[in-house]
């Protein structure tokens, strides 16, 4: 499946940014999927995760209250909604999506390595 991320860009702290994920696969309501971000120098860190269906979701410690995952399967996107943006949110995040058939609960205790398919980024730049 390829993985089209965008909607980055520079803003302010305090402002909002919606990150958008394009799957090409017609099997995209059958994949859990995720985002995940890396800042420079740091290594990668999942922001959320949502279920093949929408109904659960995770988030990771820097997300938690700010941002919110979600998922429709017309098209075949899920977005980042993110609040109140801080500099350290400054990062390149990738969108992953994960082919296996496992719970969301069970691919997530797996990080990075639970997803096999991966968008190329898009930079989010928030400036104080």
């Known amino acids: 499946v390829q993985l089209q991320a965008s909607g980055g860009g520079l803003v302010q702290a305090g402002d909002s940014l919606r990150l958008s994920c394009a799957a090409s696969s017609r099997s995209f309501s059958t994949y859990n999927m995720a985002w995940f971000r890396q800042a420079p120098g740091k290594e990668r860190e999942f922001i959320a995760a949502?279920?093949?269906?929408?109904?659960?979701?995770n988030y990771g410690d820097p997300a938690k209250g700010r941002f919110t995952i979600s998922r429709d399967g017309a098209p075949n996107t899920m977005w980042l909604q993110m609040n109140s943006l801080k500099p350290e949110d400054t990062a390149v995040y990738y969108c992953?999506?994960?082919?296996?058939?496992?719970?969301?609960?069970?691919?997530?205790?797996?990080?990075?390595?639970?997803?096999?398919?991966w968008g190329q980024g898009t930079l989010v730049t928030v400036s104080s």
């Open positions: 992953a999506a994960s082919t296996s058939t496992g719970s969301l609960s069970t691919i997530s205790a797996l990080g990075g390595k639970g997803y096999d398919n």
């Open positions: 949502i279920s093949w269906n929408g109904g659960r979701t």
